[in-house]
């Protein structure tokens, strides 16, 4: 999420729909200024005895983030708290519990993409040797309870801590307990952002049993291949999910703008406060009617935070956010962004996508979206079949747009290899939960710590 240090007084105040428009219609790029911006969380231990380390002790998560200036990074302040890094390569932050998220620069190709991941995971390592902390690429922690787990100062994370419990029963498990791999994706018009979020949205199942890693809750196995997407389904019902519209006629940016002043609010920034406003109404705000802010207009700010507070499985913004994946080690980091700009980036590759899920009906993506989590590539699709008999097609579509794209790196190669790991995981038929519950029932001896061992 989005990390706001002060407000600007110059803010244009919200006066007209256009306003609400702009910033999609502003995201609109020429095929030449695409990008690829990758986003990877991990979970953070300390190597005496696996905890998660708070923010303010001694080798703790705020010392971590500051040994990045010698890194070149500079520090992020709120509330007089370091909350973050800014550098070259994007912003180092903090989720809730102190999982450290790398949202990378936009970049042009994969090569610079794993370069960037292949940095940040060597300094991060090195800071790690000095503090004594190490760093885990999971779905969810595997053995850490909620009350197990410490809590970063950071203002929205407050409110949205308190409100989480009245709108789920999972959405502390999502803040606290999860990480994820993402990949934000650029789109040339309203057309095109179209048809790439109808045919990623109605592919993200896919990317969810591909990347599955979080097979173990509190300690033993829970009973899913990806628990982390399980919980996304009982998180808060006004801001998740399959968005059925998007598949209607009609859909655009217009539409997307609607469902946005549908979702509950949950904050205002002013003067460098974050104000709860959870559950209260956008629409409310637009008329000067916001009881957090009685009176007040929104500005343009004010929207674009609204804008990153809902958590569909594609998110639109100035951007597509691909949102469907597990946290997992580098190559997947580096495999995520491959499948997904395989598939989006190159017209005739967009095109074949679709027309493998484009005669799915809603009834049947929302039953496979609700299987994922449970049954991975077996997972059943509509019309018949499962995910594991498309897989192989969807990656050989993959591919042959990496190959159209044909972005060398300085020996010659171009970024299809960045889709191995997945080509694996479909040769083996096991997604990466299933190769460590191999490793719990065979050579763990049921042993999770030997979870840790899976370190970066």
Not at 308 to 316: G, I
Not at 349 to 356: E, M, R
Request: with cysteine; aromatic share 8%.
């Amino acid at each position: 999420m989005s990390t706001r240090q002060v407000s600007d007084s110059n803010d244009p105040v919200i006066e007209s729909r256009d306003q609400l428009l702009a910033p999609m219609i502003k995201g609109e790029k020429p095929r030449d200024r695409w990008r690829i911006g990758t986003e990877h969380e991990k979970l953070v231990f300390k190597r005496s005895d696996h905890r998660a380390p708070s923010y303010d002790e001694p080798g703790g998560i705020r010392d971590l983030l500051l040994a990045l200036k010698d890194f070149g990074w500079e520090e992020v302040i709120e509330g007089g708290n370091v909350i973050a890094m800014a550098g070259s390569d994007g912003t180092v932050s903090l989720e809730p519990a102190g999982q450290l998220e790398l949202s990378g620069a936009p970049l042009e190709n994969l090569h610079q993409t794993c370069d960037e991941t292949g940095r940040h995971l060597d300094q991060v390592k090195a800071i790690g040797e000095r503090t004594g902390t190490a760093f885990l690429g999971l779905g969810m922690w595997p053995d850490k309870a909620r009350e197990d787990l410490p809590i970063m100062p950071k203002g929205r994370y407050a409110i949205m801590l308190r409100h989480m419990p009245r709108v789920g029963n999972l959405g502390l498990d999502m803040m606290l307990r999860t990480c994820t791999i993402q990949v934000n994706l650029d789109y040339g018009s309203e057309a095109d952002m179209v048809q790439k979020f109808r045919t990623s949205l109605a592919l993200q199942p896919l990317a969810t049993a591909l990347f599955a890693n979080s097979p173990f809750t509190d300690g033993k196995p829970n009973g899913f291949l990806s628990y982390r997407s399980h919980i996304w389904t009982d998180t808060d019902p006004h801001r998740t999910g399959m968005l059925g519209f998007v598949f209607e006629d009609g859909f655009g940016y217009d539409r997307y703008v609607e469902y946005m002043l549908d979702v509950p609010m949950y904050f205002v920034f002013r003067d460098g406060k974050y104000i709860d406003a959870a559950g209260q109404s956008f629409r409310d705000f637009l008329k000067g009617e916001l009881p957090a802010l009685p009176g007040e207009l929104p500005t343009e700010s004010d929207w674009i935070d609204h804008l990153s507070t809902a958590f569909p499985e594609v998110r639109l913004k100035s951007f597509l956010e691909m949102r469907g994946a597990d946290g997992g080690p580098w190559n997947r980091i580096c495999a995520l962004p491959a499948f997904w700009v395989g598939l989006l980036y190159d017209q005739g590759a967009l095109d074949a996508a679709w027309d493998l899920v484009k005669h799915w009906d809603m009834e049947g993506r929302e039953a496979l979206r609700a299987a994922v989590p449970k049954l991975g590539l077996d997972a059943p699709i509509p019309g018949g079949g499962t995910l594991r008999d498309i897989a192989p097609r969807v990656l050989d579509i993959a591919r042959a747009g990496l190959s159209a794209r044909a972005e060398l790196n300085n020996i010659g190669d171009n970024e299809t290899g960045f889709l191995a790991p997945l080509d694996e995981i479909v040769r083996s038929g096991k997604v990466p939960a299933q190769v460590l519950l191999d490793k719990y029932h065979g050579e763990w001896g049921g042993d999770l710590s030997r979870v840790y061992e899976e370190a970066f």
